[in-house]
Structure formats: structure tokens, C-alpha cells
């Protein structure tokens, strides 16, 4: 068989399969009647997944620190409410950070948890010179450690209850899989996250449990508008113009892919390439078609406008004293810039 013979076989088998994969293989994501914990389920993404679970029949216990606003937020899932009187929508106000305060927790919940999505975290983006080491360990507590606490004591709980066919939802970021400047506390957080999960998802395994992790792209929520607002220029200039995504469709896109059965899931295509490229030896969503992807995501990360940027403001204030980059930046890094418009 030639060369050509051969690649259009391969293209074959890869329509086929990922038409398979797709319309075949997929196992609707079952909520109804189950228990779902959310942690930071007050506001932002995990709000509107919490109503994607209301919405189809589950009981769901929000978790965050401000009981005002898990009343709040409480009132606005009951109104998606299926079955408003057996479906039960409760809060709990809670510190993640603190490991007692989520033992307390986990020890004072009645009812088996059979599913538990990890998304309080935030963003405390600045330049690391400028930055204390205090805001260093404060970041590693919320978004590592408090996913972290939850989990442990979670899990502990799903044992003892006897719990089958749990799931672990983690929320990383596209901050997990590509770092850059401004973001050398949070990104470290997030990149602790995916190396705590890989390693747990195949100790679940041995229980019959499995997990996920969702690595975000930037959605329009309080907690970005906040992270807007200490961002560096550089920062928001390496990161383009993106294209926030609002926080319902982040949640559509992450049950998407739990439904997939998919372990790493994105939203979008570009930060769908870095994961490919990042997949360390994890499972793959659909083989076939990364194997088709790799050179195109290796050719992205050449073109990656992280390192450049910052030379190119270097180089240019160097010479006009003025923190423009425009005018100093080559093409590729221009066409890096546009592909990578959608990371936080
Ligand atoms: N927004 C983005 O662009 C983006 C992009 C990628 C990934 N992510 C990730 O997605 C997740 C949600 O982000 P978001 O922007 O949608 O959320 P958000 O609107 O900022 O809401 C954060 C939630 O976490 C809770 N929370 C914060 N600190 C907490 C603590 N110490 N203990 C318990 N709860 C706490 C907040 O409530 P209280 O303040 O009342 O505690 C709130 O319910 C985060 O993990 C974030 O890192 C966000």
C-alpha cells in the first residue's frame, strides 16, 4: 500500500470512528434523583451547573462562604426546580480553605453525596515581583488545597455510605494546561490540580468511581470581572481579545463532555489543542482524531505568544520607553496571539 493509499484508510477509519464515538458511544450524564455537592456553587460556573443539575431531577447542596448568598442563589434553583416538592436544594456556608470547617462538613450531611463538583477557586493575577508570598499560599489553599480538602473528606464519606458509581468533577482552568506571565500563582494552583487528579482518577478507579477535570476557558462571571481588575496590561495583551464565554455555556460545555465520558474536558478548540498536546498518559478522548491533531498543536505551541510578548515589551520599551505592543510583535506571533485569544 503507498503513502496515499494509506493516508486516505486512515481518514477513512477516523471519520468512522469519531462519527461512532460521537453519536454511538456516549452515555447521557444521569443527575436525576442523585445527590450533587458544588463547591462555589453560588455564583459562576458553578451556579449554572448547578441549575443544569436541577433542571434534570437532581437534589443539589450548594457550598460557599457567604450564607447571604447561597440564600440567594438557593431561591434561584428552586425556581428550576422538577419535582418542587420532593427535590430537596439546600446550602451550606463553608470555607474550602479551612480543613475542619469541610470535615464539619462532610460529617454533618445527612444524605450520601453521589457526586461532587470542585469549583470554588479564583484568580489573583499580577506580576510576581509585585506580588506577597502570603497571596502565593492563599491561592495554593483556595484553588489546590480546598479542592483537595473536599475531596478527601468526600470520598471518605462515599465509602462510608457505601456509595456506587460516585464522580469526582475537578475545575482547573486553561491556566492548567499553559502558563504565562501574570499568572505564575494561580496557573501553579490549577497545573496542582490536574497532578492531584491524574493520579486520583486511577486510585477511583479501584472503588468504581470516576472523575473528571475541566480545564475553562474565561467565562464571564463576578469572580472574572474581580481578576479584570488586578490583571497586568501584558497579561490581558498575551491573552488577546477573547471571547468570554457566559457561565451557562461553560456549564453546557463540561456536561457535554462528562456525558462524553470524556476525563479531560475543554470549551473551546485552541485550549482543545494544548490539552492534546498536554495528555501525559492519560486516557485520550478520541484517538484517532488527536493523533490527526498533534502536529497542528505542536506548530500552536511554537507560535505560542506567552515568552514573545514579553520580549517584544521588553525590546520595545527599551527603545520608546512606552509599553505598546503592536508595532513590535512579528506575524506568527500575531496568528499565536489570535489562537491563544481564549486562555484564563
Ligand atoms: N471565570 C473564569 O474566567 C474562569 C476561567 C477558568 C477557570 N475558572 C475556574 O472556575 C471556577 C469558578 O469560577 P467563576 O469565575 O465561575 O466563579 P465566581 O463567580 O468567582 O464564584 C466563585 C465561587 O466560589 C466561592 N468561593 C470562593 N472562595 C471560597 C472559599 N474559600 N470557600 C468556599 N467557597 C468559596 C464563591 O462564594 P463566596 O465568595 O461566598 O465564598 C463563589 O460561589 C474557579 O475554580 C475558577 O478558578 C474560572
Given at each position: 500500500?503507498?503513502?496515499?493509499?494509506?493516508?486516505?484508510v486512515y481518514i477513512i477509519v477516523l471519520i468512522i470512528w469519531t462519527f461512532y464515538k460521537r453519536y454511538f458511544s456516549s452515555s447521557e450524564f444521569q443527575v436525576k434523583n442523585k445527590?450533587?455537592?458544588?463547591?462555589?456553587?453560588?455564583?459562576?460556573?458553578?451556579?449554572?451547573?448547578?441549575?443544569?443539575?436541577?433542571?434534570?431531577?437532581?437534589?443539589?447542596?450548594?457550598?460557599?462562604r457567604s450564607q447571604e448568598k447561597l440564600d440567594v442563589a438557593v431561591k434561584q434553583l428552586r425556581g428550576f426546580s422538577t419535582k418542587k416538592d420532593s427535590q430537596k436544594i439546600e446550602s451550606f456556608a463553608c470555607d474550602v480553605t479551612c480543613v475542619s470547617e469541610v470535615e464539619q462538613l462532610f460529617c454533618s450531611l445527612i444524605v450520601p453525596v453521589d457526586i461532587i463538583v470542585l469549583c470554588a477557586g479564583a484568580s489573583k493575577p499580577g506580576f510576581f515581583h509585585?506580588?506577597?508570598p502570603v497571596l502565593f499560599k492563599d491561592q495554593v489553599e483556595l484553588n489546590y488545597l480546598g479542592s483537595v480538602y473536599a475531596a478527601t473528606y468526600c470520598f471518605q464519606k462515599m465509602l462510608r455510605d457505601g456509595v456506587c458509581g460516585a464522580k469526582f468533577?475537578?475545575?482547573?482552568?486553561?491556566?492548567?494546561?499553559?502558563?504565562?506571565?501574570?499568572?505564575?500563582?494561580y496557573a501553579a494552583t490549577k497545573f496542582a490540580l490536574r497532578g492531584f487528579c491524574d493520579a486520583f482518577r486511577g486510585e477511583l478507579l479501584l472503588f468504581q468511581y470516576t472523575?473528571?477535570?475541566?480545564?475553562a476557558s474565561s467565562i464571564d462571571s463576578p469572580g472574572f470581572a474581580e481578576e479584570q481588575k488586578l490583571k497586568p496590561e501584558l497579561t490581558k495583551k498575551i491573552e488577546g481579545?477573547?471571547?468570554?464565554?457566559?457561565?451557562?455555556q461553560a456549564a453546557a460545555s463540561l456536561w457535554t463532555g462528562i456525558s462524553r465520558g470524556h476525563y479531560q474536558i475543554t470549551s473551546d478548540f485552541a485550549v482543545e489543542l494544548l490539552r492534546i498536546s498536554n495528555n501525559s498518559t492519560n486516557p485520550r478522548n478520541n484517538f484517532l482524531l488527536e493523533l490527526l491533531l498533534l502536529p497542528f498543536a505542536c506548530i500552536m505551541q511554537h507560535l505560542s505568544p506567552a515568552q514573545g510578548v514579553a520580549k517584544c515589551e521588553r525590546r520595545h520599551k527599551q527603545f520608546t520607553g512606552h509599553m505598546t505592543l503592536y508595532s513590535a510583535k512579528p506575524s506568527s506571533l500575531r496568528l499565536g496571539l489570535v489562537i491563544y485569544s481564549t486562555s484564563s
Open positions: 500500500m503507498n503513502f496515499v493509499n494509506f493516508l486516505f445527590h450533587v455537592l458544588i463547591t462555589g456553587g453560588s455564583s459562576g460556573l458553578g451556579f449554572s451547573f448547578a441549575k443544569l443539575c436541577v433542571k434534570n431531577g437532581a437534589n443539589v447542596t450548594i457550598v460557599s509585585q506580588q506577597s468533577i475537578f475545575i482547573s482552568s486553561a491556566c492548567g494546561l499553559l502558563s504565562f506571565p501574570g499568572y505564575s500563582q472523575s473528571h477535570i475541566f480545564f481579545t477573547c471571547v468570554l464565554q457566559t457561565s451557562d
